[in-house]
């Protein structure tokens, strides 16, 4: 059985799981073997993978997930508090290196994401830690690692659809009419926060949708992020099945290819559209960006709602400098330019023009 391999595979393993899975031959529900697990606790120590396909099998066949047993074998994970002290020092470190304003209600927030890192170095406390990350480590790996941590990477295909309708019938169409008329036929885009890549990959396929002959356009979409974990995955174009549900049929016969990755069936984006997108690590804090050119319209969604006024106000500007003129910026659904240093044109809710 699935749970099964799935215990057997952990409770022999090398990996520095406190817990294994409890598998009740007297609790049965749906002619399944019930499994009890805490997802909060136990799959952390799960590679991610395994963690979505236990959780999809899970919720397939409707199984409760509620407790965990301790497995013996393992050493005991630490459980450190974390002093208003060192809070602050994080919190300040967090704020200076990704812009990420960190309030005292995310104490315990912070305490459970870097304890896996605590882990990982064998360390006993997060002064310990601190110290580690900027004095010991000099390499900035760490830090690097550290933030992947921190940032939160929420994403979906065509997330927030009204803007990719707006996209395919008011920005693209005058874009490239426009483009023509001056004998050019280059598109460059941001995004900006991209995460594993599904936004970026959902504006390359409306972007070939759009244009009958794509490979006699000059199309890069520039794709960056702060974390090199989701990075990693972006650059793949791999996706379960259960991530294209919002892609329409066609498009997903269209743009994509099932592939077997891990013994298993997904799915990846076809190489002539994987190709249009560039994925970079960068920070949006950064002082300067390395853009030699301007694009012709950027994303960056719910990644400022992470900031305070005065940073969002700084990428504001630094979006507009590097925006085309008439070019687009969209942002996230919850957020605005209300109270920032901003020389857009307000268009409609979470859309401006340079």
């Keep these: 059985m699935f749970?099964?391999?799935?215990?057997?595979?952990?409770?022999?393993?090398?990996?520095?799981?406190?817990?294994?899975?409890?598998?009740?031959?007297?609790?049965?529900?749906n002619s399944e073997t019930r499994i009890c697990v805490d997802f909060g606790f136990y799959c952390e120590y799960l590679n991610e993978q395994t963690r979505i396909d236990l959780l999809n099998k899970s919720t397939e066949i409707g199984i409760l997930l509620d407790y965990i047993i301790e497995n013996p074998q393992r050493k005991q994970p630490m459980d450190i508090d974390i002093k208003d002290k060192e809070f602050y020092l994080f919190q300040r470190l967090i704020y200076n290196e990704s812009g990420i304003s960190l309030t005292s209600a995310k104490k315990e927030l912070l305490k459970s994401r870097l304890m896996k890192r605590l882990r990982e170095r064998s360390l006993t406390s997060f002064k310990e830690y601190y110290q580690y990350v900027t004095e010991v480590d000099t390499t900035g790996e760490e830090l690097i690692s550290m933030l992947d941590c921190i940032s939160t990477n929420l994403t979906e295909f065509f997330r927030e659809p009204a803007h990719f309708e707006?996209?395919?019938?008011?920005?693209?169409?005058?874009?490239?009419?426009?483009?023509?008329?001056?004998?050019e036929k280059k598109i460059r885009?941001?995004?900006?926060?991209?995460?594993?890549?599904?936004?970026?990959y959902t504006i390359s396929m409306i972007l070939a949708e759009f244009m009958e002959r794509i490979g006699e356009w000059d199309v890069k979409i520039l794709a960056t992020d702060l974390s090199t974990r989701v990075l990693k995955k972006a650059v793949q174009g791999i996706y379960a099945k259960d991530r294209l549900r919002a892609i329409p049929i066609q498009m997903q016969n269209s743009y994509f290819e099932k592939v077997i990755y891990n013994f298993k069936d997904y799915y990846q984006i076809k190489d002539f559209v994987r190709n249009m997108v560039v994925f970079r690590r960068l920070n949006l804090t950064d002082e300067a960006f390395p853009f030699k050119g301007q694009f012709d319209f950027i994303f960056c969604r719910n990644v400022m709602i992470y900031f305070n006024k005065q940073t969002q106000s700084n990428l504001v500007s630094k979006f507009y400098k590097h925006l085309a003129p008439d070019g687009y910026l969209f942002i996230g659904h919850s957020e605005s330019l209300t109270g920032t240093d901003s020389k857009f044109r307000y268009i409609q809710p979470t859309i401006y023009q340079k």
């Design 166 to 183: 707006f996209l395919s019938k008011k920005v693209l169409p005058v874009l490239l009419a426009t483009k023509k008329g001056h004998h």
């Design 189 to 200: 885009v941001w995004c900006a926060g991209c995460s594993t890549g599904e936004e970026p």
């Design 3 to 29: 749970y099964t391999n799935i215990a057997e595979e952990y409770k022999n393993s090398q990996c520095p799981a406190s817990f294994i899975i409890k598998i009740s031959d007297t609790d049965r529900k």
